[in-house]
């Protein structure tokens, strides 16, 4: 049986590069801590902690700034396969590909406008405890990785209900644009009324749906993508600390290492001192390696 393909990030400790690429599957990835911006075939969406992201194998699709950095992420992708053949026990099975056991899901996933979902946090349990059990055992699925991955799915299945009973409604795809093209716009003066007006909403009503599709208060997301981009900046180009801070609407030097060290656990110069940005990894495979 063809292995399954998973792994685990923690760029808090190490930066990593993740150019555009395709897979060989449906991939699946967990952020679990920090927030992703992908670039999926030229569209910009944010993942927040606590959200699965999908991308089929004719998805070219990666890291925004290819480097990622304070983030935690656990990944899964699971091989495509044509036709179908007749399953006659309904335990795990070691030649069962993925498409058996989730063949429901997988057709609901395809329908999927917005490609993140947010997990509850037994789902994100199960991602990461799949991902633990493939490592365990070399990325063979043995019974314990198949009852975590149907466990997995079952949550992405609620997700989905989840998704198809509220999350169409109006506020929620205002939000998502938004916060899809909020990193290219970090540069102007938000504030929540601002903020809440460019979804046509109320600042209550906006909090709460960004609350919904993104886990957090609008303010502290705004906070982490400046300090995301500012980070990337001071390790990827020669501006001065202050340009950023301006550029950037940190107010001044000073708020801006406050608030850079609040998420970064170091100061701006202490960051761009250590900065150290690894080669490209070149192959996509090199990506897809087990903790």
């Keep these: 049986m063809k292995l399954l393909q998973y792994g685990h990030w923690n760029t808090a400790r190490h930066r990593n590069r993740l150019p555009l690429h395709r897979n060989p599957g449906l991939e699946l990835v967990l952020v679990e801590n920090g927030g992703v911006t992908w670039d999926y075939v030229g569209r910009m969406i944010y993942t927040p902690p606590g959200h699965v992201s999908f991308s089929w194998p004719w998805q070219t699709h990666g890291a925004r700034y290819e480097c990622l950095d304070l983030v935690e992420l656990y990944w899964l992708i699971l ?66 990785a198949w009852g975590w991955l149907l466990l997995l799915f079952a949550e992405i299945d609620q997700a989905l209900k989840v998704e198809r009973e509220g999350g169409v409604a109006p506020d929620l795809e205002r939000v998502r644009w938004f916060m899809d093209s909020l990193p290219g716009r970090l540069g102007q003066a938000w504030t929540l009324d601002e903020m809440a007006a460019a979804c046509g909403m109320g600042r209550s009503r906006f909090a709460t749906a960004v609350k919904h599709v993104c886990g957090d208060t609008p303010m502290r997301l705004l906070a982490r993508l400046r300090v995301e981009e500012a980070h990337r900046r001071l390790m990827e180009t020669d501006e001065r600390i202050g340009e950023i801070a301006d550029a950037l609407r940190f107010g001044s030097s000073h708020y801006f290492a406050t608030v850079f060290k609040r998420y970064i656990g170091k100061t701006p110069s202490q960051a761009r001192r250590g900065s150290r940005i690894p080669p490209s990894l070149g192959e996509t495979g090199a990506f897809y390696t087990s903790r």
Excluded: M
């Design 79 to 144: 091989p495509l396969r044509s036709g179908k053949r007749v399953v006659r026990s309904p335990r795990p099975h070691p030649d069962l590909t993925p498409l058996d056991v989730v063949e429901k899901t997988w057709g609901a996933l395809r329908e999927l406008a917005h490609p993140v979902l947010r997990l509850s946090p037994s789902g994100r349990k199960a991602f990461i405890a799949t991902v633990d059990a493939l490592s365990a055992n070399d990325g063979v699925p043995d019974a314990a």
